[in-house]
């Protein structure tokens, strides 16, 4: 069994796009998403809107991952046509590129360190840190990993983490923060005066919603599900990380397109820099990833891996409240 820095250069071989395939998925994605967001404003049968409006949830969640590999340099790293098209959507997207590099790639770097791992991801405290920890900082630790505070992670996560939060906080660094929200509101504002409340909602705050409360969710569940394991600095590797601290999420066919393989996160922490599309075939040449640690969204599970909240250093897993 090929472990670390061996495993790590077998999985480097991935690393390499296809140029055409990369443009293809987008354009091919893009322009679904043009048409469904159109079809929420032109279809005149309330039920085609509607699934209009799902539709485009959907797929605003698929162009995400691919814009996110594309921040990896996993796909058209050398195209400035490409970039700039990247950073338009990561705007409307409501994740800046100048937040969203800095915060993943931190969480990259840092995935399963206890001292690290609350930056670019959610918090992480330790049983005894939690339980010596004032009753306000609980209370906001809880917040912060709540299943609403995920739900809604349209509002928490990318309104306020994303865009408001780094904006306030560093206005120079991250000033296409308010370039993002200042395109989100005028997009809504819009869609008010166009078409009225019915526009609105179908064509930016369902959608949005959608996207944001699965993809809030899976980069959740692929850092807390029940076996995942988190070390301290002095036990801590890049590659054990990827391995032990990494979900691969099982889904079906058409959840799989819809998450442009982001369930192979496993593989994805092991080399940032494969391209989604290439994620199962390392997983079918390489035999040791073959054998993860796994999570669903079968309902049982989701349940599960919403229900752990602190890491019991004496057991060395993730508990929730009810065993504190």
């Known amino acids: 069994m090929r472990t670390g820095q ?10 390499s796009e296809y140029p055409q395939q990369s443009w293809w998925h987008f354009i091919s994605s893009s322009v679904l998403l043009l048409l469904s967001l159109a079809g929420t404003i032109w279809n005149f049968n309330l039920a085609g809107q509607i699934a209009c409006s799902v539709l485009s949830g959907l797929l605003i969640l698929r162009l995400f991952v691919i814009y996110h590999d594309q921040q ?83 509002i928490f996560v990318f309104l306020h983490g994303m865009c408001l939060y780094p904006f306030f ?13 200042a395109l989100h509101l005028g997009i809504g504002l819009s869609l008010f005066l166009y078409s009225g409340w019915g526009a609105l909602l179908l064509t930016q705050t369902i959608p949005h919603f959608i996207a944001y409360s699965i993809g809030s969710y899976l980069f959740y569940a692929q850092h807390n599900f029940p076996s995942v394991a988190f070390r301290d ?53 390489v035999p040791e990833l073959q ?30 409240l009810n065993q504190l």
């Open 72 to 154: 990896h340099h996993a796909i058209l790293s050398h195209s400035k046509l490409a970039e700039v098209l990247m950073r338009c959507f990561g705007l409307y997207a409501l994740s800046p590129s100048s937040i969203w590099r800095s915060s993943h790639n931190y969480h990259h770097k840092h995935n399963s360190n206890l001292r690290s791992a609350h930056i670019g991801s959610f918090p992480i405290m330790t049983k005894e840190h939690y339980l010596k920890s004032p009753r306000a900082k609980r209370l906001k630790y809880l917040f912060m990993r709540h299943p609403l505070t995920i739900l809604f992670g349209y």
């Open 233 to 285: 600095k002095a036990g801590w590797t890049y590659e054990k990380a990827a391995l032990e601290s990494s979900s691969y999420m099982k889904t079906g066919r058409i959840a799989a397109w819809f998450t442009a393989n982001i369930g192979y996160h496993h593989i994805h922490h092991l080399n940032a820099r494969i391209p989604f599309y290439r994620l199962p075939e390392a997983l079918r040449e």
């Open 291 to 320: 054998n993860p640690r796994t999570t669903s969204l079968n309902p049982l599970e989701i349940a599960r891996c919403l229900r752990l909240k602190v890491w019991d250093v004496a057991s060395q897993k993730m508990i929730g």
């Open 169 to 181: 906080n560093s206005p120079r660094k991250h000033y296409d923060c308010s370039l993002a929200l």
């Open 6 to 15: 061996e495993l790590a250069s077998l999985a480097k071989r991935f690393a």
